[in-house]
């Protein structure tokens, strides 16, 4: 599940800040239904990879890394928008509802199954 984070990070990321102005456009996909989408991943693969994170941080993790990549889309010469910000808010706050909902919004402590103190 690791590797699947890892790939699924890298693919977006570069996707997001690569020369792959009007990617979304070619292939009818709407662009802010992209970063809602991918943000969504994003937060998943930041939760597998960072176990021990708590999900707020983790959330605040994929918004500051959205805000990072529209900061180097606007010095790339691609189109930086605030509409994408909030797409991928959207999508992070989407996928931290899930995240809830599937840990019956018990704290993440409480699946640790470690018996070390």
Do not use: C, Y
Not at 38 to 44: M, Q, S, Y
Not at 47 to 63: C, D, I, K, Q
Not at 102 to 108: A, H, I, M
């Amino acid at each position: 599940m690791r590797l699947t984070a890892i790939v699924l990070l890298v693919v977006i990321i570069g996707a997001m800040v690569g020369p792959f102005q009007n990617v979304e456009a070619a292939a009818n996909v709407w662009d802010k239904a992209a970063h809602f989408v991918a943000f969504g991943l994003i937060l998943w693969s930041i939760g597998v990879l960072f176990r021990r994170l708590p999900r707020t941080l983790a959330a605040l993790s994929a918004l500051a890394l959205g805000g990072a990549v529209e900061v180097v889309q606007g010095m790339v010469g691609r189109d930086s928008s605030g509409g994408d910000l909030l797409a991928d808010g959207l999508g992070i706050l989407l996928a931290l509802l899930l995240w809830a909902i599937w840990r019956r919004f018990e704290p993440r402590t409480a699946f640790h199954t470690s018996n070390t103190p």
